[in-house]
């Protein structure tokens, strides 16, 4: 397998600090005790980053190098987008890190507002596209002055600039994974097939068409209930020998949660991912856990949790949360695994590994945080052909890619089991989804 060239750009060992006195500092808009910092990080292309500065008092004091508040992962399109000139921008675009104090909102009633400190611009380089690891940037730079004090005394911000190659395997299932397709590495305009995808379910699933609301009076109550509930759905990713390399099956059933009718919080459905015993022919190992429910409020979304668990790996029990990530149920979106980003957005219900320490993501070697996976899925009634991708460090063998493939076609179909129970259709068949 040949991986795609990624580059992974992060921005961090942040610090914020005022050479001076206190009055200085006050004059610049903060108190370095009482108010908060934060910065706006902006790369062209590219969602606005916004993350936290912690001041430092001491002119001694040294930012964690290892910390990383911010990661940006670019393609070689990307790339040219930035080194392109275009009509309403420069030819050279640049990373802009904008600091602020105080926080946007407002606390009891009374309204605040954030006051600018200073900018700093690093433009992007022809060296961003060379493929090695490079510092950027390392240490203080001025990025203000006090005009209170004829520019003698300025904010300086401490940060740590770095590149770094991250490649990538790219994968998309060609159809459904419902449908049980076949699985092909992306590279370029090449599509090499990898795997192929089984997809089965039980007699008492098929018996059950999804989105179907079964209340005739003639069930008896025993039916009533097996057919409100989604369950024995199996998904085996086979390599190209036939072999099955991993799976996914459903161990919580998807049912409605009391009050409503749709699978809640309160209960979710979860599915357990697997990969083969190597000391027990035909047994499997599990790997991980995908638990899912349904959010309904402002938004309508699926949340989709991922624990790896830790006997996979460790001989012992327990679960690590590496991902809890909210999907608009209309529209789909990305599931991922990253650390860095998990921690920066603060999604997880619980907290998640910090970027430092060591997570054994695949049953692989240990490696310390970053990206790990991405899968992107359609929402509720669209055609969905998963398209993952694998950071090349999580994956040795093809093996490895493959229990990722079965993590994506579960989150691919936990989007169809969250899906409300009331909705009807006209027929019940097989294949009715």
């Not at 509720?380 to 998963?386: D, I, Q, T």
């Amino acid at each position: 397998m040949d991986p795609q060239a990624f580059i992974r750009l992060s921005i961090g060992s942040l610090g914020l600090r005022v050479p001076g006195t206190a009055l200085t500092a006050a004059k610049l808009g903060f108190n370095a005790l009482a108010s908060p910092c934060s910065c706006e990080i902006r790369l062209r292309g590219f969602p606005v980053q916004t993350t936290s500065v912690p001041l430092v008092s001491s002119p001694e004091a040294i930012p964690d190098p290892h910390s990383i508040a911010s990661s940006f992962y670019l393609e070689k399109s990307d790339l040219k987008a930035l080194l392109t000139p275009g009509c309403f921008y420069a030819s050279n675009a640049c990373l802009e890190i904008v600091v602020f104090s105080g926080r946007k909102g407002s606390h009891c009633g009374v309204g605040m507002k954030r006051q600018q400190i200073g900018t700093f611009r690093l433009k992007v380089g022809p060296e961003w596209g060379e493929g090695k690891p490079a510092i950027l940037f390392n240490g203080w730079i001025g990025i203000g002055k006090s005009k209170q004090d004829n520019g003698q005394h300025g904010a300086e911000l401490h940060l740590r600039v770095k590149l770094d190659p991250d490649p990538r395997y790219v994968f998309q299932f060609e159809d459904e994974p419902k449908l049980s397709p076949q699985i092909v590495q992306l590279q370029g305009t090449i599509k090499q097939p990898i795997f192929s995808c089984k997809f089965s379910q039980d007699r008492v699933s098929q018996v059950d068409p999804l989105n179907t609301f079964w209340s005739f009076s003639g069930d008896r109550p025993d039916q009533v209930r097996e057919r409100r509930e989604r369950k024995g759905w199996k998904v085996k990713i086979h390599d190209l020998s036939g072999s099955a390399v991993a799976a996914a099956f459903i161990t919580t059933p998807f049912v409605p949660s009391t009050g409503c009718d749709w699978v809640a919080q309160s209960n979710p459905g979860a599915w357990l991912i697997v990969r083969p015993d190597s000391f027990r022919p035909e047994s499997w190992q599990p790997w991980g856990k995908l638990e899912a429910w349904r959010e309904r409020g402002t938004r309508d979304l699926i949340c989709c949790r991922f624990h790896l668990l830790s006997e996979a790996h460790e001989g012992g029990g327990g679960e690590l949360l590496m991902s809890e990530i909210f999907l608009n149920s209309e529209k789909g979106g990305e599931f991922f695994i990253d650390t860095d980003r998990q921690v920066r957005e603060a999604v997880a219900a619980t907290p998640v590994p910090s970027p430092h320490s060591s997570g054994d993501y695949a049953g692989l070697s240990p490696v310390v945080g970053g990206f790990v996976m991405s899968c992107r899925v359609q929402g509720e009634g669209k055609s969905s052909k998963p398209l993952v991708q694998l950071a090349m460090r999580h994956v040795t063998c093809v093996e490895d890619a493959a229990i990722f493939m079965a993590l994506a076609a579960a989150v691919d179909l936990s989007m169809k089991a969250c899906r409300p129970f009331h909705r009807k259709i006209r027929r019940r068949t097989q294949h009715s989804w």
